[in-house]
């Protein structure tokens, strides 16, 4: 059965770093998905962050954290990663890792993430 697990997440001081990872497992062909990162705050509406492709690697990102963010992926390990730098308070969230195909989609349960002084 897929699973997705994210890791990564914690407090962080604004302007610090972090590195959210998600290991997927029980996957046939997790190359063949399309990996993103959403995010949801409270009293928000959830948000796509960024997204990788399956097969290119073509990536895209949300205008509120492009140039600060990068998504990327090792399907030799089935893992993606999203390196965030020069985090904002408004980037707390819980952020959950999604792999989606023409067939199915599947969501971790996601980590939190607090950027505060």
């Known amino acids: 059965q897929e699973h997705l697990a994210e890791s990564g997440g914690g407090l962080v001081q604004p302007g610090g770093s972090l590195r959210l990872s998600c290991a997927a497992s029980?996957?046939?062909?997790?190359?063949?998905?399309?990996v993103s990162w959403y995010r949801e705050a409270p009293e928000k509406e959830r948000e796509l962050v960024a997204a990788?492709?399956?097969?290119?690697?073509?990536?895209n990102y949300a205008d509120s954290v492009k140039g600060r963010f990068t998504i990327s992926r090792d399907n030799a390990k089935n893992m993606v990663y999203l390196q965030m730098n020069n985090l904002k308070p408004e980037d707390t969230a819980v952020y959950y890792c999604?792999?989606?195909?023409?067939?199915?989609?599947?969501w971790g349960a996601g980590t939190q993430v607090t950027v505060s002084s």
């Open positions: 990788i492709s399956s097969a290119s690697g073509t990536t």
């Open positions: 999604t792999a989606i195909s023409s067939d199915d989609a599947h």
């Open positions: 029980g996957f046939t062909s997790f190359s063949m998905y399309v």
